[in-house]
């Protein structure tokens, strides 16, 4: 089955800096990559994704990018604000199953004010 | 808005207790998952079913069984709670053939 990476499991950053966190998996048939955030006590929400077909995504600060050669995307985040600190998953599917995902373990990010 | 609902957010346990967890979803989804989130471990699937009365064991089903008598309710069984079930465990649901999974506020049980 698939196997995903999520490195590092903390990152403590300063306010304004940017945070980058990587993933990598294991099963080249994987064709869909969603990142979710937690915020303490809360659900876990979808805050982008990604397809195997496209190499770069960008939403306002955040953007992914995703390698299949290498198979590894990574999340980036910049003019990070105190309200970004969180848990941050990654996760990767294939299309034409049921779309499980499976999780990476979790970035917990901490941005210093 | 997918709401999934889970309607109890904290619970404690004592160890050989059965417990049940339950939760609704109001958006028609068809698939319907169990996971269990540990500091460190992620999210870890322990059920999902895409079908009433469908089920399949994910990576960590052991000590764990699942219902789904009605499309919208999926509930998780711990037939007799152990200490190491002490944890969070996230509900979540999906639309067959879609990527995107929706979570419900998560289930914080302690096994004493």
């Known amino acids: 089955g698939e196997n995903v990476e999520q490195h590092p499991s903390t990152l403590s950053v300063q306010e304004g800096d940017s945070a980058v966190i990587k993933c990598t998996y294991s099963?080249?048939?994987?064709?869909?990559f969603p990142w979710y955030k937690q915020e303490l006590g809360k659900r876990p929400q979808l805050i982008i994704d990604?397809?195997?077909?496209?190499g770069e995504k960008k939403d306002q600060r955040i953007a992914v990018t995703l390698n299949k050669t290498a198979k590894h995307f990574s999340l980036h985040i910049t003019e990070t604000q105190p309200e970004d600190s969180a848990v941050y998953f990654c996760?990767?599917?294939?299309?034409?199953?049921?779309?499980?995902?499976?999780f990476g373990r979790g970035t917990s990010l901490i941005v210093h004010p | 808005d997918v709401k999934v609902t889970q309607s109890s957010r904290y619970l404690v346990k004592r160890t050989g207790e059965k417990v049940f967890l339950e939760c609704v979803q109001d958006?028609?989804?068809?698939?319907m998952f169990w996971y269990r989130q540990d500091p460190g471990l992620g999210l870890r699937l322990i059920y999902f079913s895409y079908d009433v009365k469908m089920k399949e064991k994910g990576d960590i089903p052991e000590g764990y069984s699942v219902s789904r008598e009605k499309k919208e309710r999926f509930s998780l069984i711990l037939e007799s709670a152990s200490t190491n079930q002490t944890s969070m465990y996230l509900c979540?649901?999906?639309?067959?053939?879609?990527?995107?999974?929706?979570f419900g506020e998560g289930s914080w049980l302690t096994v004493v």
């Open positions: 099963d080249s048939a994987s064709n869909y």
């Open positions: 958006m028609d989804h068809e698939n």
């Open positions: 990604i397809r195997s077909n496209v």
């Open positions: 979540a649901s999906s639309q067959r053939d879609s990527d995107t999974i929706y």
């Open positions: 996760a990767a599917s294939k299309t034409g199953g049921s779309y499980i995902p499976t």
